[in-house]
């Protein structure tokens, strides 16, 4: 079968098995990219740390970039740019359209029957799982990796105080003007902070 | 609420909606680390705060939808979001501004660099050091506010907590988020019909 549309039935199979986005999805990934041989361990090792590194969902950061140098690995005659666009549109978009397509139809069918009681009373029990949810997710991130990657006490230190600064500019409306900061600023401001504390 | 009104009282009064949409979540992507979760306060602000296309009470519930789902976390929010204002052409506005900016920046580490330099790259490592905790920060904001619009209050504290209490405890089958979806569908319907049969009598 041609490597192409091994890409496309490997992300079809990952956009539709993929639970709870993120890391979560990431074994699944590492099975399917690494299993057949498209990539090394360590090159998947290096791509995890790139998404880390760049904005957006790793699940399309993975998708691109193994799209973009599989066919290459596995033949040569692919490994030109041109390919390896077309490679990683097609696993790009196959690992989106299988979830969008979910989404679409169910946000449509509960739109339909929004005056339900029925969906009234599901989403009044999903409401509060929500809240946990995304506070979980804040839970398991409070972690090694991301406040003290080289065991340093000093740098947990810092990185706690920037974590709770960061809190502090997101949720409280500034003195000056009775505004909450942009999110956005907010990232830019602790890129700028870890840059001028551990860059230099 | 009537549904169709609601749907309408939601779009966006702006000449190009579709087109605002794409550039608001193009924003959103560029700028979300850490996955999807890391999205919710920027859409938040972006959504709900600054452009009113939807309630806050509203985004929950398509939080909920995005997350019962499987797929990318961020790119089911999207079209979610994307769908609930514009419909069909709102939600490949809205997938496509999330998608691309990782697409385009991969591409180019992909064609031009190896993983291995931006690895090793001492600015770029310093910079995330300090975005990494703020992203955090940035998680445990929507927490509040959406605990708040969500009216939970000391009778139904417990649901949230033990949540997020079992899931990061890595318990495996019991720390599957999928479960406490079910779960929460499933008592939401019960208290339904509970709530219904004590309106009959």
Redesign the interface.
Same mark, same amino acid.
């Not at chain 1, 920037?162 to 809190?167: E, H, K, R, T, Y």
């Given at each position: 079968m041609n490597i192409f549309w091994q890409l496309i039935r490997a992300y079809i199979k990952i956009?539709?098995?993929?639970?709870?986005?993120?890391?979560a999805?990431l074994s699944l990934v590492e099975n399917e990219v690494v299993g057949p041989g498209w990539i090394s361990e360590q090159?998947f090792t290096?791509?995890v740390?790139?998404?880390?590194?760049?904005?957006?969902?790793?699940?399309?950061?993975s998708a691109?970039?193994i799209g973009?140098?599989a066919p290459g690995s596995v033949d040569p005659a692919y490994a030109t740019?041109w390919w390896?666009?077309l490679g990683?549109c097609l696993a790009?978009l196959a690992? *989106?359209l299988?979830?969008?397509f979910?989404?679409?139809y169910?946000? &449509?069918f !509960?739109?339909r029957h929004?005056?339900s %009681?029925?969906i009234?009373?599901?989403?009044?029990?999903?409401?509060?799982?929500?809240?946990?949810?995304?506070?979980?997710?804040?839970?398991?991130?409070?972690n090694a990796?991301?406040?003290n990657?080289n065991g340093i006490t000093w740098?947990l230190v810092t990185?706690?105080i920037?974590?709770?600064?960061?809190?502090c500019l *997101?949720?409280f409306p500034m003195p000056w003007n009775h505004k909450?900061l &942009?999110? !956005?600023i907010?990232?830019v401001?602790? %890129?700028?902070?870890?840059?001028l504390?551990?860059?230099l | 609420m009537d549904s169709t009104e609601n749907i309408s009282a939601v779009r966006p009064p702006e000449k190009h909606p579709c087109l605002r949409l794409f550039l608001s979540f193009l924003k959103i992507g560029a700028f979300t680390f850490g996955g999807g979760w890391a999205m919710i306060s920027i859409i938040e602000r972006e959504i709900v705060d600054k452009h009113h296309w939807i309630e806050r009470e509203d985004f929950l519930d398509l939080l909920a939808i995005a997350q019962s789902l499987p797929g990318i976390l961020a790119v089911n929010i999207a079209t979610s979001v994307g769908d609930r204002i514009r419909g069909f052409k709102g939600c490949v506005s809205a997938a496509l501004g999330t998608i691309i900016p990782s697409f385009v920046i991969i591409l180019l580490i992909a064609i031009f660099l190896t993983p291995d330099t931006i690895k090793h790259n001492h600015v770029i490592s310093s910079i995330f050091m300090g975005i990494r905790p703020a992203v955090v920060a940035l998680i445990v904001a929507p927490v509040i506010t959406s605990a708040r619009s969500a009216k939970i209050g000391w009778k139904t504290c417990w649901i949230p907590v033990g949540v997020a209490t079992l899931i990061s405890l890595k318990l495996g089958f019991l720390s599957n988020p999928v479960l406490y979806i079910v779960l929460g569908a499933v008592g939401g319907y019960l208290h339904f019909l509970y709530s219904r049969r004590k309106l009959c009598k």
């Open positions: 956009g539709l098995f993929g639970f709870g986005g993120g890391y999805m090159m290096d791509i740390a790139v998404s880390q590194m760049t904005p957006g969902p790793i699940g399309i950061n691109t970039y973009f140098v740019i390896g666009l990683s790009t690992v *989106v299988p979830s969008f979910l989404v679409l169910s946000s &449509h !509960i739109r929004h005056e %009681g029925v009234k009373g599901i989403f009044s029990g999903l409401r509060p799982v929500v809240v946990g949810l995304i506070a979980s997710a804040a839970i398991l991130l409070m990796p991301n406040f990657p740098q990185n706690i920037i974590c709770v600064a960061a809190f *997101v949720y909450k &942009h999110p !956005i907010v990232i401001i602790a %890129g700028l902070a870890g840059y504390i551990y860059g | -």
